[in-house]
């Protein structure tokens, strides 16, 4: 399989994502093709922008037409499967017409620290609003961790396995 991985990372989460990728699919045989046009599979990752893709990804969507289309990200805001959802779902309404999304992922990724001196500045004035997003920039230091990783590369053998008709262990059904 030919696949190509796009991806945005503003602080390296998503990147790590987008290596173990690289790393599972080399291990199934698969080469990278160096861009969408000559891909099988196209894995479109990014860092969640105000609940979206990273804009600067937009010149690049419309080479995803007609293609199989595995959506991977992070987000600073963790812990809500509903959240992550609709996040991914943006995500998909950015396609263009044509592209097949194959299958998806999205996990908590840790955030700079000036994002925590900037919530307690605000939690002085506002503590009902800010301490819990401390406490979540707290929680989402060191993610994606080894556990996030490893369900990354699950959802996405499991993806490529309902995709292709095999097992995700990649044996023909």
């Not at 993610?143 to 292709?164: C, I, N």
Request: charged content about 25%; overall charge negative; proline content about 6%.
């Amino acid at each position: 399989m030919l696949y190509t991985i796009i991806c945005s990372s503003k602080t390296g989460n998503t990147a790590k994502l987008a290596q173990r990728a690289r790393e599972a699919l080399d291990a199934r045989g698969g080469r990278d093709a160096g861009s969408a046009e000559g891909a099988d599979l196209v894995l479109l990752g990014s860092w969640t922008d105000k609940g979206g893709l990273d804009p600067a990804l937009g010149d690049v969507l419309p080479q995803l037409a007609g293609k199989r289309v595995f959506l991977f990200g992070t987000c600073g805001f963790g812990g809500d499967p509903a959240y992550y959802d609709r996040v991914l779902d943006n995500f998909a309404a950015a396609l263009p017409a044509g592209a097949r999304v194959v299958g998806r992922f999205m996990c908590q990724g840790q955030m700079p620290p000036a994002v925590r001196a900037r919530y307690e500045g605000m939690a002085e004035r506002d503590p009902a609003r800010f301490l819990p997003m401390i406490e979540n920039f707290d929680r989402a230091l060191g993610h994606p961790s080894a556990d996030d990783l490893d369900a990354f590369e699950a959802a996405l053998r499991g993806a490529l396995a309902r995709d292709e008709g095999a097992s995700p262990d990649g044996a023909r059904a």
